[in-house]
């Protein structure tokens, strides 16, 4: 069972710009697919961003403010947003699926961590 823990959502005012970090229990980042969706108030969970050894990937409605990156040696995996707004308030899942095969569909993910919120203000 692997276990993803989230951390670095804040409160932040418009513009600003974070860094969430996930920390798999288990050698995942490296040979697996490791992604994050988010959640927002009354709306669906959606894909952000996915990497695995074969690539990265980044839902189609997203900005290029979203970048993925990962540090195999600390079992980790980092989303960076820039240039927040308060559309991207909502709580932020770090998913991780055991295999290279990947993507931002949810098929591609096995085990979910408990979130991180970000809230951002105008």
């Known amino acids: 069972q692997v276990q993803l823990l989230e951390s670095g959502g804040a409160s932040v005012q418009a513009g600003g710009s974070l860094t969430l970090s996930c920390t798999a229990s288990e050698y995942v980042v490296g040979t697996g697919c490791v992604g994050w969706f988010r959640q927002g108030p009354g709306k669906t969970r959606e894909g952000v961003a996915a990497i695995s050894p074969n690539g990265v990937h980044y839902g189609d409605s997203l900005e290029a403010r979203f970048t993925i990156s990962r540090d195999n040696s600390k079992n980790q995996v980092y989303l960076q947003i820039s240039d927040l707004k308060p559309e991207d308030t909502a709580m932020y899942y770090c998913?991780?699926?055991?295999?290279?095969?990947?993507?931002?569909?949810?098929?591609?993910?096995?085990?979910w961590g408990q979130g991180t919120q970000i809230t951002v203000s105008s």
């Open positions: 998913a991780a699926g055991r295999y290279a095969l990947c993507g931002i569909a949810k098929e591609y993910f096995n085990y």
